[in-house]
């Protein structure tokens, strides 16, 4: 289940470069995308009887991590517009890390010894998969650097995501878990993109259809990430959803052109697989 939500999640990304250019703006999708998803949900609410009462506390704690989901959506979606898709996946991948040591940090968890190995490979293969070399590191980092900046705020957004989902909410229902975080990421987008004059519609049937479908693809996702979260470990969540990149390296490749260098797929395979080892580890 975890890989199909991760190739999901990959098609969602991809959906979205094709809105992005064709004319939508990060605000409008991440909007639209909520939006609609969270409508959806308060339907399904609806129609199962869903109960929706809960304590004035874990109300507080869902509209924060509902927050923290408008962030890192909105710079996800902001490094997806700027760099190729793969790659600002790839950045987006250190979430697992990120999560490990935030686990370890408020010592819920003590990171294994094989940490000290995989995180190193994961960085080394960030490095190939980013095209990234000494000799023109200023000038890589003006092609890329905004989009990963955006990136790696994303995957330390979803950390805390990911961590608070499986500390503060578990006891709540994931649909209505998901309702309350895409009704705040959508107030909050769209809200900002309103004021700052940030919200932009498609220009044609192209840019239409890739605002459609990332908000079918991420809206089918999120919720069953969220209902699946509290039956599993944290960290083997983030391990099966690091397959993301790699299937995005071929959806990217095939609908949007956007080929890469051999040495970059192979830095793709090093940070998944590393991100990986550390994770079998953690589980054992």
């Given at each position: 289940?975890?890989?199909?939500?991760?190739?999901?999640?990959?098609?969602?990304?991809?959906?979205?470069?094709?809105?992005?250019?064709?004319?939508?703006?990060?605000?409008?999708?991440?909007?639209?995308?909520?939006?609609?998803?969270?409508?959806?949900?308060?339907?399904?609410?609806?129609?199962?009887?869903?109960?929706?009462?809960?304590?004035?506390g874990t109300l507080a704690?869902?509209?924060?991590?509902?927050?923290?989901?408008?962030?890192?959506?909105?710079?996800?979606?902001?490094?997806?517009?700027?760099?190729?898709?793969?790659?600002?996946?790839?950045?987006?991948?250190?979430?697992?890390?990120?999560?490990?040591?935030?686990?370890?940090?408020?010592?819920?968890?003590?990171?294994?010894?094989?940490?000290?190995?995989?995180?190193?490979?994961?960085?080394?293969?960030?490095?190939?998969?980013?095209?990234v070399h000494f000799n023109?590191?200023?000038?890589?980092?003006?092609?890329?650097?905004?989009?990963?900046?955006?990136?790696?705020?994303?995957?330390?957004?979803?950390?805390?995501?990911?961590?608070?989902?499986?500390?503060?909410?578990?006891?709540?229902?994931?649909?209505?878990?998901?309702?309350?975080?895409?009704?705040?990421?959508?107030?909050?987008?769209?809200?900002?993109?309103?004021?700052?004059?940030?919200?932009?519609?498609?220009?044609?049937?192209?840019g239409w259809l890739g605002?459609?479908?990332?908000?079918?693809?991420?809206?089918?996702?999120?919720?069953?990430?969220?209902?699946?979260?509290?039956?599993?470990?944290?960290?083997?969540?983030?391990?099966?959803?690091?397959?993301?990149?790699?299937?995005?390296?071929?959806?990217?490749?095939?609908?949007?052109?956007?080929?890469?260098?051999?040495?970059?797929?192979?830095?793709?395979?090093?940070?998944?697989?590393?991100?990986?080892?550390?994770?079998?580890?953690?589980?054992?």
């Amino acid at each position: 289940m975890l890989l199909g939500i991760a190739t999901t999640f990959g098609s969602n990304h991809v959906a979205a470069r094709l809105a992005f250019d064709h004319g939508a703006s990060v605000a409008t999708a991440v909007g639209v995308r909520s939006g609609m998803t969270a409508l959806v949900l308060l339907a399904l609410l609806r129609l199962q009887n869903v109960p929706v009462a809960m304590s004035r506390g874990t109300l507080a704690r869902a509209l924060f991590v509902g927050l923290l989901v408008a962030v890192q959506s909105f710079c996800l979606y902001s490094a997806v517009a700027r760099i190729p898709v793969a790659l600002a996946l790839l950045c987006f991948s250190s979430c697992p890390v990120l999560y490990v040591l935030l686990s370890w940090l408020t010592g819920k968890d003590r990171p294994p010894r094989v940490a000290l190995f995989a995180a190193p490979i994961a960085l080394v293969g960030l490095a190939f998969a980013l095209d990234v070399h000494f000799n023109d590191l200023g000038e890589r980092w003006t092609q890329i650097g905004v989009g990963a900046s955006f990136a790696f705020a994303a995957a330390l957004c979803f950390a805390f995501v990911m961590y608070f989902n499986v500390h503060w909410l578990k006891a709540l229902d994931g649909r209505l878990r998901t309702f309350i975080m895409m009704g705040v990421t959508a107030a909050v987008v769209l809200s900002a993109g309103a004021l700052s004059h940030g919200l932009a519609l498609p220009g044609d049937g192209k840019g239409w259809l890739g605002l459609a479908l990332l908000t079918l693809l991420y809206g089918s996702a999120i919720t069953v990430l969220f209902m699946l979260l509290p039956r599993i470990e944290g960290t083997a969540a983030t391990i099966g959803l690091n397959f993301e990149p790699i299937a995005v390296l071929a959806l990217a490749w095939i609908f949007l052109g956007q080929a890469v260098k051999p040495l970059q797929i192979v830095g793709a395979f090093l940070v998944v697989g590393a991100i990986a080892w550390l994770g079998a580890a953690k589980r054992a």
